[in-house]
């Protein structure tokens, strides 16, 4: 029998805090679930990645190693209230899942 992990997901935005967003990542590790960033454009990517690198190097002394594996999804917006906007339906981003390399 597989034991489900939980994964929470968080999103990054461009003016996400990038220390804030390590110190979620360096939690759900250390609890144990999985982690996963979705992020929408490249000032949202290189928050993300920074967060990631930061969190390593917080993990880094305890002897944990983190690893990113990104791959593209669509985003269903047709939910989201975008007053005097011509509203996408869709759009592309990016998630990492983040993981403990073994």
């Known amino acids: 029998m597989t034991k489900k992990i939980e994964v929470e997901e968080l999103r990054v935005a461009a003016g996400t805090n ?5 110190g979620a990542i360096v939690s759900i590790i250390n609890k144990g679930a999985g982690c996963e960033l979705v992020a929408v454009g ?13 969190a390593n190097g917080f993990l880094g002394p305890n002897g944990v190693s983190l690893s990113v594996k990104p791959c593209f999804i669509t985003l269903d917006l047709s939910n989201e209230n975008r007053e005097g906007q011509e509203a996408k339906s869709e759009v592309t981003a990016l998630r990492f899942k983040v993981e403990v390399d073994n």
Not at 42 to 54: D, F, I, L, Y
């Open 18 to 22: 990038v220390g804030k967003l390590a």
């Open 42 to 54: 490249a000032s949202a990517c290189n928050q993300a990645m920074k967060a990631v690198a930061r």
